[in-house]
C-alpha cells in the first residue's frame, strides 16, 4: 500500500507541474484559436482564487481520505474542460476548479510521502518532486508538435489514475512543534521574496514562448525551448543544491543576478533563444528559501512558502498579462530586481542577527 501511495502521490504532482505549465505552453495555441487578450488575466486571478482556497481546505482538513483523491479527480476534469472548450470563457470556467484542485495537491502530494517514509523523508520527498519537473517539461513540448486537446486528455487520464492511486491515503501526522519565530520581519520578507521568485519563475514560463513568436520564431522551436527551460529548472534544483546550502543567501544571490542578465537578453535578438538559462539560475531558490524558513519557524513555513508561491505565481503572470508582448522584458526585469533587492535584504538582516 505504501509504493501505491507513493505513486500516486508522485501523479498527483506530475499534475501539478502539468497544469502550472500549460499556460505558457497553450498561450501560442490559445492566441490563434481564441485570442484571449486581457483576459488571460482573469484566467490567473480565477486559478489563484480556487488554488489557494484548496490549499487552505487541504491545511484544514487532516483527513485525506476521500478529499486527495476528489482534488486529483477535479484537477481532471477542468483539463477535459480546457480541452473541450470551444470559446475562451469556457477555459475561463476550467481556472477555478482546475485551481482548486491544485491548491489541495500540492499540499497533499508533498506531505503524504513524508509521513509514509519519516526514516527518510527527504530523500523520498525529493524524489517524488521530480514528477512535477517532468510534467513541467513534457507539456510544453508534447502540446506543441501533438494536437493540444487530445494531450489534455490523455493527462486527464492520468489524474484519474492517480487519483485511485491515492484512495484511502492516511490523515496528516500531528504537526512537530514549531521552532522560535524571528523578529524584525524576517518572516514576511521571505514570504515576499518567495511570491516575487514564484511570479518570476511563472512569468519566464508563460511568455517566454509569445515574446519569440512575436519575434517570428517558430511556434513548435518556441515549445521547445520552453520545455528545455523546465529542464534546465529541474536539472539547477537537483545539481546546484548543495553549492547554495554552504552560504544560502549570498549564493541566491549571485543566482538571481544572472535571472537578472537572462532578463537583459531579451532586449537583444536573437539572445532571447537563450532563456532557459534562467530555469537553470533560479531552479534553487524556492527550495532554498522554503528550507531556510523552516529552519528559523518550524513546520507552518511550509505553510506560509505554498501560500506565497501560490500567490506569485497567478498575481505576477495576471500583470504580465495586461503588458503588450513587447513589454513583457521589462516585467521580467523588475520582478528579476524586486527580488534581488529582498534577497539582499534578507542577508543584511541575517548578518546582524548573526552579531
Same mark, same amino acid.
Not at 475562451?88 to 517514509?117: E, K, T
Not at 531552479?283 to 508561491?309: D, H, I, K, S
Given at each position: ?24 505552453? $497553450? ?25 489557494? $482556497? ?48 491544485? +491548491? ?141 546550502? !554552504? ?20 532586449? $537583444? ?42 500567490? +506569485? ?38 548578518? !546582524?542577527?548573526?552579531?
Amino acid at each position: 500500500m505504501r509504493l501505491r501511495l507513493t505513486l500516486g502521490s508522485a501523479l498527483s504532482l506530475l499534475l501539478s507541474g502539468i497544469i502550472a505549465a500549460s499556460p505558457g505552453g $497553450l498561450l501560442p495555441q490559445w492566441q490563434e484559436v481564441f485570442d484571449p487578450g486581457s483576459r488571460l488575466s482573469l484566467y490567473f486571478n480565477l486559478y489563484l482564487g480556487g488554488l489557494l $482556497l484548496g490549499l487552505t481546505l487541504a491545511r484544514l482538513t487532516p483527513v485525506r481520505h476521500p478529499w486527495f483523491s476528489m482534488a486529483i479527480v477535479l484537477a481532471g476534469l477542468g483539463l477535459l474542460g480546457v480541452a473541450s472548450a470551444q470559446s475562451f470563457d469556457a477555459v475561463l470556467w476550467a481556472a477555478f476548479p482546475l485551481g482548486l484542485g491544485v +491548491g489541495a495537491i500540492n499540499l497533499s502530494g508533498n506531505s503524504l510521502p513524508g509521513d509514509l517514509y519519516p526514516e527518510r523523508r527527504m530523500i523520498v520527498l525529493s524524489q517524488v518532486n521530480a514528477a512535477f519537473g517532468v510534467g513541467a517539461i513534457a507539456t510544453p513540448f508534447l502540446v506543441s508538435f501533438f494536437p493540444w486537446r487530445e494531450v489534455l486528455v490523455v493527462f486527464a487520464a492520468l489524474a484519474f489514475l492517480g487519483a485511485a492511486l491515492v484512495w484511502k491515503a492516511p490523515a496528516s501526522s500531528p504537526p512537530a512543534a514549531d521552532g522560535g519565530h524571528p523578529g524584525n520581519g524576517w518572516l514576511w520578507l521571505l514570504v515576499l521574496a518567495i511570491g516575487l521568485y514564484a511570479g518570476l519563475e511563472q512569468g519566464f514560463a508563460t511568455f517566454s514562448g509569445a515574446y519569440l513568436t512575436e519575434l517570428g520564431y517558430p511556434t513548435a522551436l518556441a515549445g521547445a525551448l520552453l520545455s528545455a527551460y523546465w529542464v534546465a529548472f529541474t536539472a539547477g534544483r537537483l545539481l546546484m543544491a548543495y553549492w547554495v546550502a !554552504r552560504d544560502p543567501l549570498r549564493h541566491l544571490t549571485w543566482l538571481v543576478c544572472g535571472a537578472v542578465g537572462v532578463a537583459l537578453l531579451y532586449f $537583444l535578438p536573437p539572445l532571447p533563444l537563450l532563456f532557459p538559462l534562467a530555469g537553470f539560475l533560479i531552479g534553487p531558490v524556492f527550495t532554498t528559501l522554503m528550507a531556510l524558513g523552516q529552519g528559523r519557524v518550524g513546520n507552518a513555513a511550509v505553510a506560509y512558502a505554498l501560500y506565497a508561491g501560490a500567490s +506569485g505565481s497567478t498575481l505576477v503572470p495576471a500583470l504580465f498579462a495586461l503588458l503588450p508582448v513587447a513589454g513583457i522584458p521589462w516585467g521580467l526585469l523588475l520582478v528579476g530586481l524586486a527580488l534581488l533587492a529582498l534577497t539582499q535584504r534578507l542577508r543584511r538582516l541575517d548578518a !546582524r542577527t548573526a552579531l
